[in-house]
């Protein structure tokens, strides 16, 4: 890698990681091809990006970021998982750790905030911003719908009151 490769990564990771609504630090102890193509296919499908950088740029990219903190965080074979939402890629990182011991969970980084490893699993365990839209428009949905049912019903009991009525009168 020349110079010039060096500081196209290093800017491309700059950017990257200036975007990023979360940043997951991952030390990679011996993945297969096989194996980080399925973690990157992973990644890639929920919106994240995982990426293999020499901790040196790494560290130099970190600057002028607000993940200058997690530069500790990168010693040894390490990876870095990114991503907008601010769960997808701890959720990613977390649950292929757990069925592969090869990869384990160094810590990470939201905003200013540096994260261990519990802080990275605790956030993987929150919903995604998608499941908080959803259940955001579940919410919001109910109520009108139990407002119609409670306008309808006393019409529907009227109805069924004259119904009544009228058939008492028939027989």
């Given at each position: 890698m020349d110079r010039a490769e060096k500081a196209e990564?290093?800017?491309?990771l700059n950017a990257t990681l200036s975007n990023a609504a979360a940043v997951v630090i991952v030390r990679n102890l011996g993945l297969t091809v096989a194996q980080s193509t399925v973690l990157r296919e992973?990644?890639?499908?929920?919106?994240?990006?995982?990426?293999?950088t020499k901790n040196r740029l790494?560290?130099?990219?970190?600057?002028?970021?607000?993940?200058?903190?997690i530069s500790d965080l990168l010693t040894g074979p390490t990876a870095i998982?990114?991503?907008?939402?601010?769960?997808?890629?701890a959720k990613i990182a977390v649950e292929f750790a757990k069925t592969n011991d090869k990869l384990e969970i160094v810590g990470g980084g939201m905003g200013d905030v540096v994260l261990d490893v519990d802080g990275v699993k605790a956030l993987a365990s929150l919903p995604s911003l998608d499941e908080l839209r959803g259940k955001l428009v579940g919410l919001l949905q109910a109520p009108a719908t139990k407002v119609a049912q409670?306008?309808?019903?006393?019409?529907?009991?009227?109805?069924?009151?004259?119904?009544?009525?009228?058939?008492?009168?028939?027989a």
């Open positions: 990564a290093v800017s491309s992973q990644m890639r499908n929920a919106g994240a990006s995982f990426k293999v790494a560290k130099i990219a970190l600057d002028g970021t607000s993940y200058t903190g998982a990114t991503s907008t939402d601010p769960v997808a890629a409670i306008t309808a019903a006393p019409a529907g009991q009227l109805a069924r009151v004259f119904g009544a009525y009228g058939a008492k009168e028939a």
